[in-house]
DNA sequence: TTGGTTATACGAATATTTTCGTACATTCGT
DNA sequence: ACGAATGTACGAAAATATTCGTATAACCAA
């Protein structure tokens, strides 16, 4: 068994990291308040969360004042390169391909957005 | 709360899916011998897991011999997108393209697939 | 200073997912 | 015909993930 592999995120943690990611630093009453936009929940229960990304290596906290500062360790890109990863093996059959248009079908893109796309292909076909 | 939405299948169903998506019709000692290539497992294990993707309403099953023969009920396509989009929405803050690019970026894929995936790039371009 | 508010810690209840043992039925080769 | 092999059913243990109550400490405003 793999030791020093990343601890794979849960759903919940996810949803946590994600806040972190975008904002750097926070309390867990910032990340809270922004989590129960979305879905109920009780504030223990998101700090208990929390605690256990600490205990988990995810997360690591500034605790030198009472309310104390968390962020994020995991790599952003490092994970989300793991989830899709997992997805593409796991329900597309190993095909990232098929997963990029499973992807592009069902989600607006800009006209920006699917021109930065195609250059990114066309640096790719140069390296091949 | 909605209740006639798709039950989202667990890690484990999903590669059960993957094998009956893959195949159609398959016992369990099929799927079985397929899934412990990968990872270690016990019969029964694999046996449970397709009883209660049954009760689910994943799969269906043709019980007249005494061989079960199963078959999955939910669409590959509509499992995919919503695994995608659940992805998307939870670890890429809602940009499809943002997921496209770290999928592509770190898959190899052909040179047909690259084209592919240009074309279908036209397509929504023209569509806007 | 004192009471209300805001924190953390932590154990424990729930819920969910995964794993497996055991009982029992059917089938098949000899 | 009968024992081994192969199958299903099913309860329950084990592993994980989620939720929350309660104790207690720190802070702040009047």
Redesign the interface.
Same mark, same amino acid.
């Given at each position: 068994m793999v030791t020093d592999q990343q601890h794979k995120p849960t759903?919940s943690e996810?949803?946590i990291l994600?806040i972190l990611w975008?904002k750097g630093n926070c309390t867990v009453r910032e990340v809270h308040e922004i989590l129960t936009l979305e879905k109920e929940a009780g504030y223990t229960t998101t700090l208990k969360l929390m605690q256990i990304m600490h205990e988990k290596g995810l997360v690591k906290r500034d605790t030198s004042a009472k309310t104390h500062i968390y962020t994020a360790i995991v790599n952003q890109?490092k994970?989300?390169?793991q989830?899709?990863?997992k997805?593409?093996d796991?329900?597309?059959?190993g095909? #990232?391909?098929?997963?990029?248009?499973?992807? /592009?079908?069902?989600? +607006?893109?800009s006209?920006d957005?699917?021109e #930065?796309?195609?250059e990114?292909?066309d640096k /790719?076909?140069k390296q +091949?």
């Amino acid at each position: 068994m793999v030791t020093d592999q990343q601890h794979k995120p849960t759903e919940s943690e996810l949803e946590i990291l994600q806040i972190l990611w975008d904002k750097g630093n926070c309390t867990v009453r910032e990340v809270h308040e922004i989590l129960t936009l979305e879905k109920e929940a009780g504030y223990t229960t998101t700090l208990k969360l929390m605690q256990i990304m600490h205990e988990k290596g995810l997360v690591k906290r500034d605790t030198s004042a009472k309310t104390h500062i968390y962020t994020a360790i995991v790599n952003q890109q490092k994970t989300q390169e793991q989830l899709v990863t997992k997805l593409i093996d796991n329900a597309f059959n190993g095909s #990232a391909a098929r997963l990029v248009m499973q992807a /592009l079908g069902n989600h +607006q893109s800009s006209k920006d957005e699917i021109e #930065a796309i195609k250059e990114y292909l066309d640096k /790719l076909e140069k390296q +091949q």
